[in-house]
């Protein structure tokens, strides 16, 4: 399915990222494994974690790069896709796994734990697919070439967590407006909703009894959605994780009312109840118990 695939695998030093460069490499891929060997607050540096996945694809007999560096910054990004293609011939694919958590509840959370998170996760991924997207448009050929975006179900909201599931949610319109504007330039763009048990789902959980998701069980979907299988396939988001695998909808309106001469406060009020017939509005005991019922669903990166 990847056989002579050139793919970039970024935030692939750890956790999900990690075993997917490994899946990646084991399918046929060429892999450019991308850490910054940051700390889960997005601290930090350290070249260990990409060398150390790099070695262990070179072990199994599957063929890696190292390249070290921070995906915020749009000078590295564009050099990290250039030297990928110098290296290799051309990049067929990205998948940004980049991620930091720093969690603190909105009211606690200081402006540079803000900052640090929404930039790691949202202006990572468009720092990077701008500079796929110049490399792709500019370069000759029909070869299919794949984007993926990293969300999480916590982009519907996850209690202490208003950096992460901003920029979270953020990612899904960006991948939505990407994929529509490169699908006449053969690119298709994509998200995932990651599952598995990493140092950001420690970080993220309250839940210490949780049962471990292995992350190499991501990994396959990865796999699909970077290679030849999936040419027609951009514009959606996917969850994977565990044992399931699945497709998840875009929002959209669901009701409708319509008044000719424009609404009023109390024209809605009278209306509201029609509108919003069998929907629960109250969700204060649901938003409270998911303080302690999380999972590790979408920590991965």
Known sequence: MLSDSVLV?????????RAVAIELAGAGATVVVNDLGASVEGEGANEDPARETVATIEAAGGTATAHVGDVTDPSYTAS???????????????????????????????????????????????????????????????????????????????????????????????????ANELAEHGVRVNALFPSGTTRLSDALTDDAYRDPVPPEQVAPMVAYLLGDAAADVTGC????????????????????????????AEAVAEQFPDVTAGIDLDRSETLVSERYGLDAEGMGG
Not at 9 to 17: L, P
Not at 106 to 135: K, N, P, T, Y
């Open 9 to 17: 695998v970024t935030g692939a030093g750890r956790g999900i990222g």
């Open 80 to 178: 990290l896709l250039a030297d990928a293609a110098e290296a290799h011939g051309r990049v067929d694919g990205v998948a940004n796994f980049a991620g930091a958590a720093d969690p603190a509840p909105i009211h606690e959370m200081s402006l540079d734990q803000w900052e640090r998170v929404v930039d790691v996760h949202l202006r990572g991924h468009f720092c990077l697919l701008r500079s796929a997207a110049r490399q792709w448009i500019d370069a000759d050929g029909d070869r299919d070439r794949s984007f993926l975006c990293v969300s999480s179900q916590s982009a519907l909201g996850h209690y202490a967590m208003a950096n992460y599931t901003a920029a979270k949610a953020g990612i899904l319109g960006l991948m939505r407006t990407a």
């Open 237 to 264: 988001t996917f969850r994977a994780g565990g044992e399931e695998i699945g497709f998840v909808t875009d929002p959209e309106m669901s009701r409708l009312a319509y008044r000719e001469d424009g609404w009023t």
